[in-house]
């Protein structure tokens, strides 16, 4: 059973528009949450995380969003760059912030379209 | 730092061989991951060790997957026998913080025919 869900496969957006990422979890003892970014023939690197003690974090282009209630964070990517086309995945973990590893979804592939 | 490294990048064997895969954390990280990409299941932690030890393996699929950690330097995901139902793409990351701390390998894509 999948504890971290991302329903989107794909998502496909024009350049210079918003990017919306979606996740969903189960575990209500997830505390911190992160995304992570992966090209082709490379392994996830860490993009930007959000404990459970806040409900938007911001980096630059990127802001994640949590709403606890809803068991719910979004990744928002403003404005979408061709650089941003990679598969996204959304973790969460339980514990120390991932030091006891993370539950991963199966990731959204975002294609910016120029 | 050359970040995580992990051997071989590809690796193509019998169904029936034994594989092992490799792995060279950050030094100065303690904490190493073993996780395994599918297109059905996404990520998947297999294992962790803390300081060399191992702390949970219960995504570990079977007992054909082992996993050690002689020191702090190398790791190695041991499978044996392979079945083509192990194929995917295996990373190791290592970390000193957690979550935040993560670094990912490049990964092996292992195709056992």
């Known amino acids: 059973d999948q504890q971290v869900k991302q329903n989107s496969p794909s998502l496909s957006v024009q350049e210079g528009r918003i990017s919306i990422l979606n996740c969903d979890y189960t575990n209500s003892m997830f505390d911190y949450f992160l995304w992570y970014k992966k090209y082709p023939a490379e392994g996830p690197t860490f993009l930007i995380s959000?404990?459970?003690?806040?409900d938007k974090n911001e980096d630059g282009r990127f802001t994640v969003f949590l709403n606890k209630s809803a068991k719910h964070l979004s990744l928002h990517i403003v404005p979408s760059q061709p650089g941003d086309s990679a598969v996204y995945f959304c973790a969460a973990a339980t514990s120390g912030g991932g030091a006891d590893g993370l539950t991963f979804g199966k990731g959204t592939h975002l294609i910016i379209q120029p | 730092d050359a970040g995580v490294i992990q051997s071989p990048r590809h690796e193509v064997t019998e169904m029936g061989q034994e594989v092992t895969l490799r792995c060279k954390p950050i030094?100065?990280?303690?904490?190493l991951f073993w996780y395994r990409q599918t297109m059905m299941r996404g990520l998947e932690l297999l294992i962790y060790?803390?300081?060399?030890?191992?702390?949970?393996d219960s995504g570990m699929p079977e007992d054909r997957f082992s996993a050690k950690m002689p020191n702090a330097s190398f790791s190695t995901l041991k499978i044996q026998p392979s079945e083509p139902r192990d194929s995917a793409v295996y990373f190791c990351?290592?970390?000193?913080?957690?979550?935040?701390?993560?670094?990912f390998g490049s990964g092996t894509r292992l195709t056992v025919v």
């Open positions: 959000i404990s459970s003690i806040k």
């Open positions: 990351a290592s970390s000193l913080q957690g979550g935040m701390g993560y670094t």
């Open positions: 060790f803390n300081n060399n030890v191992p702390i949970d």
């Open positions: 030094s100065g990280h303690n904490s």
